[in-house]
């Protein structure tokens, strides 16, 4: 049966009936800890509430005739998409933020036509305090972000203390369960094969019909010694014999006289899966800690949730009534997301994790440190044709789904449950809500706010106005709200004016108003993908695609040189469509050398355009540092003012006539959020987007569409069972215990990359000769002669060195390795081509690629520009064992490999108005020829982009293949990616 959404039922129409509230126990109504910083406090928090309800219920308002009202008892809004900034759904950057190798382009897509282009004329109108801003300085505060913290340990040493211990961990706990097979370590699977035939069709195979298929072919069950012959019995030795994670219930609610369904798991069981995982327990924070860049402990650092102030002022104040108590802060995402393209079916997510867990596990979908905690109603209420009414019960029906499904929070926050962790050590747990992961509209649905900033009380017409560490901007009055919701009982007549004059929509029964120790205004955590790279940057490029012409800012795209890092926009980027959050990062990446010297209409100074894209891009960058100090927030906060201090050059260019943007205005608030919980990475909605592909699309496509989600939680609930018997598996086959806990460290910045060579070269044999003519290695006899010189000192001659030397393995690519520091996998973070021009397979010319690179000298540091020159790189090879007893004297260590680069000039002072390095190819004065040296492979440190300069018009004849053979000056692209923008530092 159907379960009535509240009291009643909604009606979209005058015939109310009243409404009858049953009464709710008090437990307790506690307040939540303050946060308190090292020298001030920063928030007195709300009275803590935990009224328990004891139905699952949409509640329904007033009814009756006692007031007027329109469309429905709440009044009617108006059109609430009108409020909401319209972002496209379904956005998201790649796996875990990696970036990747872009395919090569054909001389043909290069050269292809553009539209014709109009220059505009040069007056510039120079600006009387255009060098009045000075250029920010990073100094030395990278270099702080290396160093090992200084950790001072929570004083009580009973918080988070083991009260006992079991006999066993959590996977002699599970072989209890399955039976205990000593030499068979994949039971309940009859052998080697039998399992890992079940592990691919689970995790990797086809169909159900398909897997049933291939097993029914003659003879093939038997041959392999297989135990199932179909998907039927294969599903049912998984239902029977497998444990996995908590299973999904299913619910239903009337509303709007259609039936909606909720499925959703047990959220005590989810959190106990996470803490007693035992791929997670050598990392499992149990404590908060400070940490300060030195031991003066003048200078705090932020990194995981636990250095952040909310988790240390939360555990003193659960001490004062609950000593040794162990806090779990839950985060919860959800996020709608459309499942086909046609026929419009989507899914509504509802994620969760823990923050003992470190984020350099949580961001990875392999580790499965995020649970499915249930999937909410999707429905559009078509048949209630108010509006207004429409949205009231869509927001009253998210609410009750939350509350329903968070209830048994209320008292294991407030008094504490036995949690296991993977090693069977038991802690007193408080389950405690800690943040909110979501874009604007879930942020708005959450709260509850009608409009404007989900978290401060700045008004709608406000959001544009920006004041540093404005006290009067940081939370909304929680007290003053929480009063205009009870008003309901007390007072239901006046609810809705109670409601409108606090700012918040009518939503009788919030989900949060009854968890122990919460603020949602304080747990709407910023959030890079949406908010920055899908909010703030999009409108930033579209307002300078405005203000300088569509077709001269895609030119200057298409002649942009090729680069690991960098995306080539060879149609460029004014003319696309549903453009995704990696490539609206990629767009950043090239923003600011496309309007160094780009002129702006009318003659007007583009100096100040300048600074704002700077400005903002540096915010970008910044926010983005997985770990933080309170010198590098200082510059985060410096470069959010110096926006604000320049952004009214789109307001001069008719561009805008306000900045009252939502996720503009939220940027000032990031400084205090992550000294609250820790850096944003902590709570990027890019890794709750990636698991909509794992844990919605992929789970759809495998039903057959009629009653999907029932059959999603039931292919779901098996693939967790596979991938929590093969973590299983490979413990029985290790037969080790797990890392021990001091084998992980913090995140640092993790600048260094391991430099990787292919053990063969990429053409075994190149004549001297070719190297010239196919490789453009101008003077490349003279400069290996030289080198050989250098190195022992003989009188070696050019026809000598060609009598010893008839031909070199030359290798086309070099590769920069690091390793995953959660999984100890090894991924390609950076690699230079040096390749000449070749064929497709379709014949297709390649045009040749010779990158640019950083050199070090010698004396070059981790951090810092001071030692480096760019080089060309033409040639990478290596000498032959037969020739290095014949060139060098005995003694002599000659590098393994060798690299032919053209250099660049050295770096000066930055350029004042965006401090970016300007570089130029060094000529000899004879003839022209590029200035050339071979230096060894070891002193590449990794790839360089550079910006072109333009002038005020993109050369015609310029495409990106030839740019770094026809300009003649250069801009070292900081934002090339994150690792550049920390070390080309001044």
């Known amino acids: 049966m159907p379960v009535l959404c509240g009291c009643g039922q909604y009606f979209a129409n005058s015939g109310f009936r009243q409404h009858q509230r049953s009464s709710k126990s008090e437990i307790c109504r506690r307040p939540p800890p303050p946060i308190v ?127 006992s211990k079991r006999g066993c961990n959590m996977d002699t706990e599970y072989t209890a369960r399955i039976g205990d097979h000593p030499t068979n370590p994949y039971f309940p699977f009859k052998s080697k094969i039998d399992w890992e035939m079940v592990h691919w069709a689970k995790t990797r195979g086809p169909s159900s019909t398909a897997f049933t298929e291939l097993m029914q072919i003659e003879n093939l069950s038997e041959k392999l010694g297989i135990l199932f012959t179909n998907s039927k019995e294969l599903n049912a030795m998984i239902d029977d014999h497998l444990p996995g994670r908590p299973q999904f219930k299913r619910h239903e609610i009337l509303v709007g006289g259609e039936v909606c369904e909720v499925f959703y798991r047990d959220v005590v069981a989810c959190i106990r899966a996470l803490f007693g995982d035992p791929d997670f327990m050598p990392y499992l924070v149990f404590r908060p800690e400070k940490h300060y860049v030195d031991e003066t402990k003048a200078e705090r650092m932020f990194h995981d949730m636990h250095t952040g102030r909310w988790w240390w002022s939360t555990q003193e104040e659960l001490d004062k009534t609950n000593p040794g108590a162990t806090i779990i802060p839950i985060i919860i995402s959800s996020d709608k997301t459309q499942l086909t393209l046609f026929r419009n079916k989507s899914a509504y997510p509802l994620y969760l994790t823990i923050g003992n867990i470190p984020k350099e596990i949580r961001r990875k979908p392999s580790k499965r440190a995020y649970v499915l905690l249930a999937y909410l109603p999707v429905t559009k209420l078509k048949g209630v044709t108010n509006k207004a009414s429409r949205c009231r019960q869509l927001a009253n029906l998210y609410h009750a789904c939350l509350s329903h499904i968070l209830a048994p929070l209320r008292l294991a926050g407030l008094d504490g449950i036995f949690l296991t962790s993977g090693d069977g050590c038991i802690h007193r747990s408080h389950l405690l809500l800690a943040s909110f992961i979501g874009d604007y509209p879930e942020q708005i649905l959450v709260t509850g706010t009608k409009s404007g900033c989900p978290t401060c009380p700045a008004k709608p017409n406000e959001l544009g106005m920006y004041a540093r560490n404005d006290p009067s901007s940081w939370l909304k009055d929680l007290d003053a709200i929480l009063k205009a919701i009870d008003s309901f009982d007390s007072n239901p007549g006046g609810f809705l004016q109670a409601c409108k004059e606090v700012g918040l929509k009518p939503i009788v029964d919030p989900f949060w108003k009854d968890l122990p120790y919460a603020h949602i205004y304080r747990f709407i955590t910023p959030d890079i993908l949406h908010q920055l790279l899908q909010g703030v940057l999009k409108h930033v490029i579209s307002w300078i695609t405005e203000a300088c012409g569509a077709p001269e800012i895609d030119a200057r795209c298409r002649r942009m040189p090729p680069n690991h890092n960098v995306r080539l926009f060879l149609k460029g980027i004014t003319t696309l469509s549903r453009v995704t959050g990696q490539e609206h990062d990629q767009m950043c990446r090239i923003l600011l050398g496309l309007v160094i010297d780009l002129p702006l209409p009318g003659g007007v100074s583009n100096t100040r355009l300048i600074w704002a894209v700077r400005a903002i891009l540096d915010f970008l960058y910044l ?134 060579m292919t053990k063969h ?226």
């Open 37 to 163: 910083c090292d020298k001030e406090p920063i928030l007195e928090a709300h009275s803590k509430r935990a009224d328990t309800p004891n139905a699952f219920e949409v509640t329904d308002l007033l009814g009756g005739d006692t007031f007027d009202s329109q469309g429905d008892y709440f009044g009617d809004y108006g059109d609430l998409d009108s409020e909401l900034e319209a972002d496209e759904a379904d956005r998201m950057m790649g796996s875990d933020g990696e970036e990747w190798d872009f395919p090569q382009t054909s001389v043909a897509e290069e050269q292809g036509l553009e539209p014709e282009r109009t220059q505009i004329e040069q007056t510039v109108i120079p600006m009387d305090d255009e060098d009045g801003v000075p250029m920010r300085l990073r100094g030395g505060v990278d270099n702080d972000l290396q160093k090992n913290p200084f950790i001072v340990a929570y004083p009580d040493l009973q918080a988070g203390e083991i009260l």
């Open 623 to 756: 926010a983005q540092y997985p770990v933080h100090t309170d010198r590098s927030l200082e510059l985060l906060e410096d470069a959010l003012e110096e926006f604000h201090s320049n952004k009214a050059i789109f307001i001069d260019l008719g561009i805008r006539d306000s900045f009252n943007i939502p996720k503009l205005h939220f940027a000032k608030h990031y400084v205090r959020f992550i000294k609250l919980y820790g850096t944003l990475d902590n709570f990027n909605t890019e890794y709750t987007e990636r698991l909509h592909i794992d844990l919605a699309k992929d789970a759809y496509e495998a039903t057959n569409h009629k009653d999907e989600f029932q059959q999603m939680t039931v292919w779901l609930e098996r693939k967790e069972k596979i991938l929590r018997h093969h973590q299983y598996v490979q413990w029985r086959l290790q037969g080790t215990p797990p890392p021990s806990v001091a084998d992980w460290t913090p995140p640092g910045l993790e600048l260094d990359r391991g430099l990787h």
């Open 761 to 986: 070269a990429s053409i075994p044999n190149v004549l001297l000769s070719q190297i010239k003519v196919n490789y453009g290695a101008t003077h490349f006899r003279e400069a290996l002669a030289r080198f050989v010189v250098l190195q022992n000192q003989p009188d070696v001659t050019r026809a000598e060195l060609e009598r010893k030397l008839w031909d070199l393995p030359v290798w086309h690519w070099i590769k920069f390795q690091r390793t995953d520091p959660s999984n100890n996998k090894i991924l390609t973070a950076d690699s230079i081509h040096c390749q000449p021009q070749r064929l497709d397979g379709n014949q297709n010319v390649i045009p040749a690629q010779f990158d640019t690179a950083f050199v070090n000298d010698g004396t070059g540091e981790v951090v810092g520009v001071e030692g480096y020159r760019v080089a060309r790189i033409r040639v990478v090879f290596s000498l032959p064992e037969s020739s290095l007893e014949v060139l060098f004297n005995d003694g002599i260590e000659v590098s393994q490999h060798l690299v032919f680069v053209e250099w660049f000039s050295a770096f000066v002072n930055p350029e004042r108005n965006h401090g970016l390095f300007k570089i130029r190819p060094l000529k000899n004065l004879g003839d022209g020829s590029p200035i050339t040296e071979v230096v060894p492979l070891v002193n590449i440190r990794r790839s360089a982009h550079l910006y072109p300069q333009f002038g005020p018009f993109a050369p015609v004849e310029w495409t990106s293949s030839t740019v770094l053979d026809k300009c003649d000056t250069f801009f070292v692209n900081t934002f090339a990616d994150r690792h550049m923008y920390r070390i080309v530092v001044v």
